[in-house]
């Protein structure tokens, strides 16, 4: 039975401090209804490594698989197997002699459960109707005993009709939260829930496996319809598909989604979509910032299965797929009905058919492992599909920059992944419509010929490689570009500052001496810069001694800078910063004695630093709610003084003087803090990773 919270308690499991420690190594895969035996050997070893497994066959995957989990103490998830016989396909690769790995599996069919073994699968039971009232009660009013008491009574009907069925519960939590926000009187708001009280009973009349997808549509069906293409949109990802929320904003504007609201960005009216699908327990979010900003979201199977039934009936997207036959493409009167391809095939068998796709205006791949395209088909994706708006093809290897992409003038949205990219061409100038440009590649640096100031609507570019702006290119674009990461330190210039004045967001990698050495005014110059990565890549830098950082910054990440502690005095003059994340040795040396004040800082993250002793006051951190300390093996402990306002703790590879000072903040906040809540829902939140035995 789906909804019955298999995944939600398994996490619950995984995710408890109880099983990091002994755990070091634990691994959640996604299995699901589209078996992929390739995909489970990938999200396995990813773990393990950072290269690019993709050019390996499933053979030498296996092996790697075998010998990276032979002899460690592990941890595997399997979540939503569908089949027995998949179950016995990942268990071919598995260790056999390894007494100390262990492996859970989630599956709503109990044949799965009784194939696996000795031991008896574990049956979740349908919740109680107390516990039904209960659930609500969190859903709706994050407490139980807070529902008014002309409430009552219809919400307790609610919950007893929902059969037990925890997805149930929540989604028609969702629905009265929706309908609670208008804040009516309370007179209103009990008719409100009389009507939903006796649709839940309507649902009883059908067949119960088909209740939960009754529940669903009518909370599509309440919907504003601004929010209904948003939603039905989750059909294109795959089943489990892990959806940066930051791409999904993207795409839905790319698409055409996203109505302006004056005064505001159209990212900003976005975010507010999200929020709201969140809100209503639509999508899920399953990784969230330091700031409590939606990082990583999806949607609960049943939900994703109403996404793509409802999307058929309004012709939204066709999926490209394979068959027993092979590949199936679309019949050329079919497609002439979508504007939406979304490729589950070989895409090389597909594009060598050489159809044009004149309706197509979206061209979306969300392949786990990566592609290669056949260099023959190389501009094939421009020529069969003229009338883009959006191409998403992270997923497909490149072997060269596509030059025909240069005619899609009508795109909105790029991705692309290109082998040892050099060079942007200068034709993708002509992409005036352009909003977001993502391009991956494994080179370090990338020369930009494209005029980046002629492409007057670009909001967004991002590449891992370090780019390289020609200074003398002229235009009156620039004013709208948001994002640029990642930039080189020689392209830091004022001509650049000047022409990128609204960024938001930025990240330079490289050589940071010129960037930092106090003579350089580019920082200081975005004046509406908040965000900014910096990775070194050379010998150690210093600061200047007065704030070069733009004084609307709120957060810094800094990598491999080598700093000395000292210079943190000058990071604490920028009165705005909410998130610092020091990487990599960011700072060296044994002493950190904090000397100033960190007026905003909420989060603080050190990882990887040589640090032994850290002195600081509750005066000295007044804001930090989140404190995470990895992989600083040599730090004896963590100031007590932190404690006072301090939510959330988490701790990773240190020694064990430094986690059993963790403990004793533990100890402290459990002895003032009682019952108060935190911004997160909870009580103080202590993570314990490993322990280092030294």
């Given at each position: 039975?789906?909804?019955?919270?298999?995944?939600?308690?398994?996490?619950?499991?995984?995710?408890?401090?109880?099983l990091?420690?002994?755990?070091?190594?634990?691994?959640?895969?996604?299995v699901?209804?589209?078996?992929?035996?390739?995909?489970?050997?990938?999200?396995?070893?990813?773990?393990?490594?950072?290269q690019?497994?993709?050019?390996?066959?499933?053979?030498?995957?296996?092996?790697?698989?075998?010998?990276?989990?032979?002899?460690?103490?592990f941890?595997?998830?399997?979540?939503?197997?569908?089949?027995?016989?998949?179950?016995?396909?990942?268990?071919?690769?598995?260790?056999?002699?390894?007494?100390?790995?262990?492996?859970?599996?989630?599956?709503?069919?109990?044949?799965?459960?009784?194939?696996?073994?000795?031991?008896?699968?574990?049956?979740?039971?349908?919740?109680?109707?107390?516990?039904?009232?209960?659930?609500?009660?969190?859903?709706?009013?994050?407490?139980?005993?807070?529902?008014?008491?002309?409430?009552?009574?219809v919400?307790?009907?609610?919950?007893?009709?929902?059969?037990?069925?925890?997805?149930?519960?929540?989604?028609?939590?969702?629905?009265?939260?929706?309908?609670?926000?208008?804040?009516?009187?309370?007179?209103?708001r009990?008719?409100?829930?009389?009507?939903?009280?006796?649709?839940?009973?309507?649902?009883?009349?059908?067949?119960?496996?088909?209740?939960?997808?009754?529940?669903?549509?009518?909370?599509?069906?309440?919907?504003?319809?601004?929010?209904?293409?948003?939603?039905?949109?989750?059909?294109?990802?795959?089943e489990?598909?892990?959806?940066?929320?930051?791409?999904?904003?993207?795409?839905?504007i790319?698409?055409?989604?996203?109505?302006?609201?004056?005064?505001?960005?159209?990212?900003?009216?976005?975010?507010?979509?999200?929020?709201?699908?969140?809100?209503?327990?639509?999508?899920?979010?399953?990784?969230?910032?330091?700031?409590?900003?939606?990082?990583?979201c999806?949607?609960?199977?049943?939900?994703h299965?109403?996404?793509?039934?409802?999307?058929?009936?309004?012709?939204?997207?066709?999926?490209?797929?394979?068959?027993?036959r092979?590949?199936?493409?679309?019949?050329?009167?079919?497609?002439?009905?979508?504007?939406?391809?979304?490729f589950?095939?070989?895409?090389?068998?597909?594009?060598?058919?050489?159809?044009?796709?004149?309706?197509?205006?979206?061209?979306?791949?969300?392949?786990?492992?990566?592609?290669?395209?056949?260099?023959?088909?190389?501009?094939?994706?421009?020529?069969?599909?003229?009338l883009?708006?959006?191409?998403?093809?992270?997923?497909?290897?490149?072997h060269?920059?596509?030059?025909?992409?240069?005619?899609?003038?009508?795109?909105?949205?790029?991705?692309?992944?290109?082998?040892?990219?050099?060079?942007?061409?200068?034709?993708?100038?002509?992409?005036?419509?352009?909003?977001?440009?993502?391009?991956?590649?494994?080179?370090s640096?990338?020369?930009?010929?494209a005029?980046?100031?002629?492409?007057?609507?670009?909001?967004h570019?991002?590449?891992?490689?370090?780019?390289?702006?020609?200074?003398?290119?002229?235009?009156?674009?620039?004013?709208?570009?948001?994002?640029?990461?990642?930039?080189?330190?020689?392209?830091?210039?004022?001509?650049?500052?000047?022409?990128?004045?609204?960024?938001?967001?930025?990240?330079?990698?490289?050589?940071?001496?010129?960037?930092?050495?106090?003579?350089?005014?580019?920082?200081?110059?975005?004046?509406?810069?908040?965000?900014?990565?910096?990775?070194?890549?050379?010998?150690?830098?210093?600061?200047?001694?007065?704030?070069?950082?733009?004084?609307?910054?709120?957060?810094?990440?800094?990598?491999?800078?080598?700093?000395d502690?000292?210079?943190?005095?000058?990071?604490?003059?920028?009165e705005?910063?909410?998130?610092?994340?020091?990487?990599?040795?960011?700072?060296?040396?044994?002493?950190?004695?904090?000397?100033?004040t960190?007026?905003?800082l909420?989060f603080?993250?050190?990882?990887?630093?040589?640090?032994?002793?850290?002195?600081?006051?509750?005066?000295?951190?007044?804001?930090?709610?989140?404190?995470?300390?990895?992989?600083?093996?040599?730090?004896?402990?963590?100031?007590?003084?932190?404690?006072?306002?301090?939510?959330?703790?988490?701790?990773?590879?240190?020694?064990?003087?430094?986690?059993?000072?963790?403990?004793?903040?533990?100890?402290?906040?459990?002895?003032?803090?009682?019952?108060?809540?935190t911004?997160?829902?909870?009580?103080?939140?202590?993570?314990?990773?490993?322990?280092?035995?030294?």
């Open positions: 039975m789906p909804g019955l919270g298999k995944t939600t308690l398994t996490w619950k499991i995984f995710d408890s401090n109880t990091k420690g002994p755990y070091r190594i634990r691994i959640w895969v996604n699901s209804q589209k078996f992929n035996k390739r995909d489970v050997l990938l999200s396995i070893l990813k773990e393990f490594t950072d690019n497994m993709s050019g390996k066959d499933n053979f030498d995957l296996e092996q790697d698989v075998r010998r990276c989990l032979k002899d460690i103490k941890l595997i998830v399997l979540d939503d197997v569908w089949k027995v016989r998949d179950l016995q396909t990942i268990r071919s690769f598995l260790p056999t002699n390894n007494g100390e790995g262990k492996v859970i599996i989630t599956s709503r069919f109990e044949d799965v459960g009784t194939g696996v073994g000795r031991r008896e699968p574990y049956n979740l039971r349908f919740l109680t109707p107390k516990e039904s009232w209960e659930l609500l009660q969190l859903e709706v009013f994050e407490d139980v005993g807070e529902c008014p008491e002309e409430l009552e009574d919400g307790k009907e609610i919950a007893k009709n929902c059969d037990g069925l925890p997805l149930t519960i929540v989604v028609i939590g969702g629905i009265l939260l929706a309908k609670d926000a208008r804040k009516r009187p309370i007179g209103v009990k008719d409100e829930w009389t009507e939903v009280s006796e649709d839940v009973i309507r649902f009883l009349a059908t067949d119960k496996d088909k209740r939960i997808v009754e529940v669903v549509a009518l909370s599509y069906d309440i919907l504003p319809d601004e929010l209904k293409e948003c939603l039905v949109y989750m059909g294109v990802f795959p489990d598909y892990d959806i940066p929320a930051w791409i999904l904003i993207r795409l839905w790319a698409e055409g989604f996203i109505l302006q609201k004056e005064g505001q960005t159209l990212e900003k009216t976005a975010e507010e979509y999200l929020n709201d699908l969140v809100n209503r327990k639509l999508v899920m979010v399953s990784r969230a910032n330091q700031m409590g900003e939606n990082k990583i999806g949607v609960h199977d049943v939900i299965a109403f996404c793509t039934s409802k999307a058929k009936e309004m012709n939204f997207f066709q999926e490209i797929k394979p068959s027993e092979g590949l199936v493409p679309p019949q050329i009167p079919a497609t002439e009905k979508y504007h939406r391809f979304c589950n095939s070989d895409l090389s068998e597909f594009l060598s058919r050489e159809t044009e796709y004149p309706s197509v205006r979206s061209f979306l791949c969300f392949y786990k492992d990566p592609v290669k395209l056949d260099k023959d088909h190389i501009n094939a994706i421009p020529d069969a599909f003229q883009l708006r959006v191409l998403n093809s992270y997923s497909i290897k490149f060269q920059f596509p030059q025909t992409i240069s005619k899609l003038s009508h795109l909105r949205y790029v991705t692309l992944y290109v082998d040892n990219l050099k060079v942007i061409p200068e034709s993708i100038s002509k992409l005036w419509n352009l909003q977001t440009l993502l391009v991956d590649t494994d080179s640096t990338v020369t930009m010929s005029n980046l100031w002629a492409m007057l609507c670009l909001r570019f991002k590449t891992k490689a370090a780019i390289v702006l020609d200074q003398e290119k002229e235009g009156k674009g620039g004013q709208n570009i948001q994002t640029l990461s990642t930039l080189s330190p020689e392209s830091c210039t004022e001509t650049v500052a000047n022409k990128a004045r609204n960024i938001k967001e930025l990240r330079v990698r490289g050589n940071l001496s010129t960037l930092l050495d106090g003579n350089n005014n580019f920082l200081e110059k975005l004046r509406y810069l908040e965000k900014l990565k910096l990775v070194h890549e050379k010998s150690m830098i210093r600061l200047p001694k007065t704030n070069c950082f733009p004084k609307n910054l709120k957060r810094l990440s800094l990598r491999k800078t080598s700093l502690w000292s210079d943190m005095s000058i990071l604490a003059q920028i705005k910063l909410q998130v610092l994340k020091l990487k990599q040795n960011a700072f060296t040396g044994i002493t950190w004695v904090v000397s100033r960190f007026c905003s909420q603080l993250l050190v990882s990887e630093a040589d640090l032994v002793n850290w002195e600081t006051t509750a005066d000295h951190f007044p804001s930090l709610t989140c404190l995470s300390i990895k992989k600083c093996g040599k730090l004896q402990k963590i100031p007590l003084e932190l404690a006072k306002k301090l939510q959330r703790l988490e701790i990773d590879s240190l020694q064990k003087s430094a986690t059993d000072s963790a403990k004793e903040i533990q100890k402290q906040k459990d002895n003032h803090q009682g019952e108060q809540k911004r997160w829902g909870v009580q103080f939140q202590l993570s314990v990773g490993s322990v280092l035995n030294y």
